[in-house]
């Protein structure tokens, strides 16, 4: 599912006005940047189910200059079936994973998230993936923020499945059996791509 162009052109509207913040020493230019700010969360809230506040103070909480987030998921096999984590946010599975901390390494950030989400201790081995959550090919909806979603290849070496406050439950399943997901973060695509780099460790990493 592609971006609407509207949805582009604002997060580039809003990333020249993150911008202009974070370098302009100008009072009215500040005062011009913060307008502009608040012209493309009204624009979001407007054309999507969003409201105004919750975007507009989203946008003021961004500093510094603006580049894509990045979100970071572990692919973790056992005997052909891949962990999934239900999420509780909409009740779709995905694999685990989440937002990268400032100041932590990858692998490490894909490993706690693995832990927290699954219950499951994992070393991450290699990256598969690296996708522009934008591209159509991914089939992900909209999202306010431009995002990057790194998969990472971890070997399972311990722990049990357990629940947590952003999940329901962790599953192993075989291809032909994977339930509902939470396609917001993890797309049937990207599913069949990560059996796929499974079937053949040989695969070399694929971005954008």
């Not at 490490?108 to 927290?116: F, S």
């Not at 989400?117 to 994992?122: D, F, K, L, P, W």
């Not at 790194?150 to 399972?156: A, I, N, R, S, T």
């Not at 406050?165 to 032909?176: L, P, Q, W």
């Given at each position: 599912?592609?971006?609407?162009?509207?949805?582009?052109?604002?997060?580039?509207?809003?990333?020249?006005?993150?911008?202009?913040?974070?370098?302009?020493?100008?009072?009215?230019?500040?005062?011009?940047?913060?307008?502009?700010?608040?012209?493309?969360?009204?624009?979001?809230?407007?054309?999507?189910?969003?409201?105004?506040?919750?975007?507009?103070?989203?946008?003021?909480?961004?500093?510094?200059?603006?580049?894509?987030?990045?979100?970071?998921?572990?692919?973790?096999?056992?005997?052909?079936?891949?962990?999934?984590?239900?999420?509780?946010?909409?009740?779709?599975?995905?694999l685990p994973g989440g937002w990268?901390?400032?100041?932590?390494?990858?692998?490490?950030?894909?490993?706690?998230?693995?832990?927290?989400?699954?219950?499951?201790?994992?070393?991450?081995?290699?990256?598969?993936?690296?996708?522009?959550?934008?591209?159509?090919?991914?089939?992900?909806?909209?999202?306010?923020?431009?995002?990057?979603?790194?998969?990472?290849?971890?070997?399972?070496?311990?722990?049990?499945?357990?629940?947590?406050?952003?999940?329901?439950?962790?599953?192993?399943?075989?291809?032909?059996?994977?339930?509902?997901?939470?396609?917001?973060?993890?797309?049937?695509?990207?599913?069949?791509?990560?059996?796929?780099?499974?079937?053949?460790?040989?695969?070399?990493?694929?971005?954008?």
């Amino acid at each position: 599912m592609a971006d609407p162009k509207w949805l582009s052109w604002v997060q580039q509207v809003q990333a020249l006005a993150q911008d202009g913040l974070a370098y302009s020493q100008n009072p009215f230019d500040l005062e011009r940047y913060h307008a502009l700010q608040s012209v493309a969360a009204r624009i979001i809230a407007e054309y999507s189910t969003q409201d105004f506040e919750k975007v507009d103070g989203l946008f003021t909480q961004q500093a510094g200059y603006a580049t894509p987030k990045l979100d970071c998921r572990g692919v973790v096999f056992r005997d052909g079936k891949l962990l999934l984590v239900k999420e509780l946010a909409d009740g779709g599975w995905t694999l685990p994973g989440g937002w990268v901390d400032v100041g932590e390494p990858p692998s490490l950030a894909v490993e706690r998230e693995v832990w927290e989400e699954s219950g499951y201790r994992v070393k991450a081995r290699k990256l598969l993936a690296l996708d522009d959550r934008s591209n159509p090919r991914h089939a992900h909806p909209p999202y306010i923020f431009h995002t990057y979603k790194m998969f990472v290849l971890c070997e399972l070496i311990g722990g049990e499945p357990a629940v947590s406050i952003e999940t329901g439950g962790a599953e192993f399943y075989s291809e032909d059996e994977i339930p509902t997901l939470s396609i917001m973060r993890t797309s049937t695509e990207q599913i069949q791509r990560m059996f796929a780099h499974y079937r053949n460790p040989q695969l070399p990493c694929e971005f954008d």
